[in-house]
């Protein structure tokens, strides 16, 4: 069998279900409210938001006119996305709040090397590629990496006091298409962009996720630091990156601040 036959995607694994969520506040509704009614509408809203820090959401504050606060919900599953979201429309805060817009998508780990080794792997024994046969070797062979990679799939809010988050695609255009290079390439060029990122590793926690099949773009990425301008620098720096020079669209930038339930007050 000839390589050319070795299914083009990379393994993936996927983690937790994500939802950002953007807010404007209503300013003329909210001034409108007499003092009493405001601290009872905060009082409820704050109760709800230390459950749903408790629950592995985030609340920040948007700079710029692009919304005025983002929800950052992560759950181990799409039902439980669900429930919050219903339980955020229910408040009586949100009768203040308009939602400007939203992203669906799964955190989600792309495994490069390990696909070359296990595909290679799984060749080499004689198994064919999209058979039976050949999911079940997949499978046993990602079952420790998923194990291994529980933390990352399923990761807390990182405490940092900055975010940053953005969807992105990977280019399909005439002259350059990334899902029409071959493997070997797109792990070499995606190895290269993983060598940049690790640089910051201590500086940024960066979530991936992916979002083909749930919203409009293929990736979100979310980042969180302490410093805001290590955002501009991973990201200038990572523009000279092939992959990112070569391959990348992006989508709409959100920059924000961490909030705990408890300073809510602050944001109205
Ligand atoms: O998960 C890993 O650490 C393994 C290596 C790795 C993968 C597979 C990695 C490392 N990333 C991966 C996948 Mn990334 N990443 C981005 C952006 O602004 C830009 O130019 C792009 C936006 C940033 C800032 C960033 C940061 N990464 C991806 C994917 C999926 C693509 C696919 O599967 O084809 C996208 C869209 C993407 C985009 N990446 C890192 C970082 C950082 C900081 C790291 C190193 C993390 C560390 O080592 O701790």
Same mark, same amino acid.
């Given at each position: ?5 070795? =299914? ?7 983690g &937790? ?6 807010? $404007? ?16 509408? /905060? ?14 959401s985030g609340? +920040?504050?948007?700079?710029? !006119?692009?919304? #005025?606060?983002m929800?950052? !919900?992560? $759950?181990?599953? +799409? =039902? ?22 939203s %992203?669906?998508?799964?955190?989600? /780990?792309?495994? %490069? ?6 595909? *290679? ?5 004689g198994?064919?590629?999209n ?8 499978q046993?062979?990602?079952? !420790?990496?998923?194990? &291994? ?6 990761? #807390? ?6 975010i ?19 493997? =070997? #390439?797109?792990? $070499?060029?995606?190895?290269e ?5 690790? $640089? ?12 083909i099949? +749930? #919203? ?6 979310t980042?969180? &630091? ?17 992959v990112?020079?070569?391959? &990348?669209?992006? *989508?709409?930038?959100? +920059? *924000?601040?961490? !909030?705990?339930?408890?300073?809510l007050?602050?944001?109205?």
């Open positions: 069998m000839s390589n050319t036959n070795i =299914p083009a995607v990379p393994l993936t694994l996927e &937790a279900a994500v939802l950002h969520q953007l807010f $404007r506040i209503e300013w003329s509704k909210w001034n409108a409210l007499e003092a009493g009614k405001k601290q009872s509408i /905060l009082d409820e809203a704050k109760q709800f938001f230390v459950r749903l820090e408790g629950a592995n609340l +920040f504050s948007i700079l710029g !006119h692009k919304g #005025d606060l929800l950052v !919900h992560f $759950r181990s599953g +799409f =039902p439980e996305i669900s429930e919050v979201e219903l339980a955020v429309s229910k408040l009586e805060l949100n009768q203040y709040l308009v939602q400007t817009t %992203y669906v998508s799964v955190v989600e /780990l792309g495994l %490069y090397e390990s696909t070359q080794k296990i595909y *290679g792997a799984l060749m080499e024994k198994v064919i590629p058979t039976p046969e050949w999911a079940t070797g997949v046993e062979m990602l079952a !420790h990496q998923r194990t &291994a990679m529980a933390p990352r799939l399923f990761p #807390d809010v990182p405490a940092r006091k900055y940053c988050f953005y969807p992105m695609d990977r280019r399909r255009g005439e002259q350059n298409n990334w899902y029409m290079e071959s493997l =070997p #390439d797109r792990a $070499r060029l995606m190895h962009h993983g060598m940049v990122g690790r $640089r910051y590793a201590d500086v940024v926690k960066q979530i991936i996720s992916g979002s099949g +749930f #919203d409009d773009w293929e990736w979100g990425v980042l969180f &630091a302490d410093d805001p301008l290590v955002f501009k620098k991973l990201i200038y720096e990572m523009r000279f990156d092939e990112s020079a070569v391959y &990348a669209e992006f *989508g709409v930038f959100y +920059f *924000g601040m961490r !909030h705990s339930a408890a300073e007050e602050k944001l109205f």
